[in-house]
């Protein structure tokens, strides 16, 4: 399949924002005249309570979890497109054309996507995260420590030179994200 066709169509997918539509579809109201004005699942459960939270959160991941997999299915595993893909699922989630550009942070559309190009760093950050937790009793900044091992966690674990790059430009823009 063209590269151009993965990028559109992986940026169409990270489009749907789950966050949106469980609120306009629970309350009838936009999220993003809400809390932050973020389309994320944080700002869903803040509106919605755990349940609002919970679905956006399935929504958002599964948006990326399905479309790269299929990527992985149909390139036998190409790295350098599925890294692609990965960029174009969360830049659509980020600057979602339905919403008028106006998306969410990316953290769960980058999280789905490590997922996918390499399981094992998931199981790693939670570790992390747990226990910066415990240590620091601050979860936010547990969370963006332990966010920051996926690419590492990546390289030490074996995976190629390209994904584990790859991984860290991904976290990089999502942690901008964050900063704006």
């Given amino acids: 399949m063209n590269i151009l066709i993965i ?26 005249h809400h809390f932050s004005g973020n389309v994320g699942a944080t700002n869903a459960g803040r509106l919605l309570g755990k349940k609002g939270f919970l679905y956006a959160l399935l929504i958002d991941a599964l948006k990326v979890i399905i479309p790269l997999s299929i990527i992985r299915y149909i390139t036998n595993g190409d790295e350098v497109t599925m890294l692609l893909g990965a960029l174009f699922l969360i830049l659509g989630h980020v600057y979602p054309v339905f919403l008028r550009f106006q998306g969410g942070k990316g953290i769960v559309a980058f999280l789905a996507s490590s997922l996918v190009l390499s399981p094992i760093t998931i199981g790693v950050m ?32 074996g995976d190629s030179l390209t994904l584990s790059i790859g991984l860290l430009v991904l976290l990089i823009f999502v942690l901008c994200m964050h900063v704006t």
């Fill in 7 to 32: 990028c559109l169509l992986s940026y169409l997918s990270g489009s749907f924002t789950g966050a949106y539509y469980v609120v306009k579809s629970s309350i009838g109201e936009d999220i993003r």
């Fill in 126 to 157: 939670a570790i992390s995260m747990g226990i910066m937790y415990v240590g620091s009793k601050k979860y936010k900044l547990s969370g963006f420590l332990a966010i920051s091992t996926i690419p590492v966690s990546s390289y030490l674990f």
